[in-house]
């Protein structure tokens, strides 16, 4: 995970601090990574189509977690795209989320209160 960060931040200026909304939309436009709003039974969802990915973002929540969620999903993307076309809460085991979150707290800082009200809902 720290060779994925390293390698990214060498890639994106922007990774080297925790990225505000313009400054991960820079990194998902690099990426060539599309961002949508759409409704969704989950807050957000990793998915692929035509050989490009999509980050979705649940248009029905609150915006405010949004940066953390799609941080979450570019952390799957990052590091477990060899392994499934499609990443939701459902089908994936708890390792590779605890894994995500983890890649999605270094890229925002742990000190984010969204990440810490995250880990916290996490744990019940
Ligand atoms: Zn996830």
């Known amino acids: 995970m720290r060779v994925v960060l390293a390698r990214k931040r060498a890639r994106h200026p922007a990774v080297a601090k925790p990225p505000d909304w313009s400054g991960l939309m820079r990194i998902l436009e690099r990426e060539r990574i599309t961002l949508l709003h759409v409704p969704l039974p989950r807050p ?5 189509y035509c050989g490009a990915w999509a980050i979705l973002l649940d248009s029905q929540r609150s915006r405010r977690r949004d940066l953390f969620y799609a941080c979450h999903e570019l952390a799957h993307l990052w590091l477990h795209t060899n ?3 499609a990443f939701t809460r459902d ?3 708890r390792s590779t989320e605890d894994e995500a979150n983890t ?3 270094q890229l925002m800082g742990k000190r984010d209160p969204v990440v810490r009200r995250f880990n916290m809902e996490r744990r019940t």
């Not at 957000?44 to 692929?48: F, K, N, R, S, T």
């Open 91 to 93: 089908t994936l085991d």
């Open 44 to 48: 957000a969802q990793l998915v692929q």
């Open 83 to 85: 392994e499934r076309d």
């Open 103 to 105: 890649l999605a707290e």
